[in-house]
């Protein structure tokens, strides 16, 4: 399965990483008590960090909110899913814990301030790529029956003509949704500068410890950079 970004990212950031983790032979489930305090005390430490602050102008959040106004998507209606979990969680409420790999995900993402999902990939039949859409892609969202069709030029994570991520970072799918009895999954861990790719590598090291400990199996990360712009999960 190959995977790539398309040079239209890079060459508007060019510092732009994207961590994928690859997970396989894991087993999901409900999160035990250990795994949803790790999440409660992720949610405490972006409470402390950003609950005095404009979250819309703290440099992690700011880099995603220029990267939608260049696609034009207005960061006020289509926040990342880094900003739209901060601010969900500086107001006070908890996030629902989904699964295991879920809330892994959402640890890292709040323990970094970046943004961060779980993609199904043992559901996957195609290569996937993160490119600006075409406008002749189809997207369900989580939660929906109906198919969508992103805007022409809108950034998407694709499987083919399959729409997995709409916005970048904004909405999910239905297509490779990570449930309880999925076995392989991959995370994209995601950083704009400020974040460095040093940064990103250990949120991935963070991912991969704790998918070790809560879900076993075996994994491996790649990174996808200016220099390196296409990797092959085996």
């Known amino acids: 399965m190959k995977y790539a970004v398309a040079p239209e990212i890079f060459e508007q950031f060019p510092g732009y990483t994207r961590g994928?983790?690859?997970a396989r032979d894991v087993s999901n489930g409900d999160s035990p008590p250990e795994l949803l305090a790790l999440l409660r005390d992720a949610e405490d430490s972006v409470r402390q960090r950003l609950g005095d602050t404009n979250i819309a102008e703290h440099p992690r959040i700011a880099a995603w909110r220029e990267a939608y106004r260049w696609f034009g998507a207005r960061p006020s209606n289509f926040r990342s899913s880094i900003e739209a979990m901060a601010r969900r969680v500086v107001r006070g409420d908890e996030l629902p814990s989904i699964n295991r790999l879920v809330d892994i995900g959402n640890i890292v993402s709040m323990r970094h301030i970046v943004s961060a999902g779980c993609h199904a990939i043992d559901v996957a039949t195609g290569n996937f790529e993160l490119r600006p859409a075409t406008g002749d892609e189809r997207f369900v969202p989580l939660g929906g029956s109906e198919p969508e069709t992103p805007l022409?030029?809108?950034i998407v994570?694709?499987?083919g003509n399959i729409v997995l991520t709409r916005r970048w970072?904004?909405?999910q799918g239905t297509h490779t949704l990570t449930e309880?009895?999925?076995?392989?999954?991959e995370?994209?861990?995601d950083g704009l500068p400020p974040v460095t790719r040093d940064e990103i590598a250990g949120a991935c090291d963070e991912a991969e410890e704790l998918i070790a400990r809560f879900c076993g199996g075996r994994t491996e990360v790649q990174f996808l950079t200016m220099d390196n712009p296409s990797i092959t999960i085996a």
């Open 180 to 185: 309880a009895g999925s076995t392989a999954v």
């Open 169 to 171: 970072t904004w909405r």
């Open 157 to 159: 994570l694709v499987e």
């Open 152 to 154: 022409p030029g809108e």
């Open 187 to 189: 995370f994209n861990v």
């Open 20 to 22: 994928v983790v690859v």
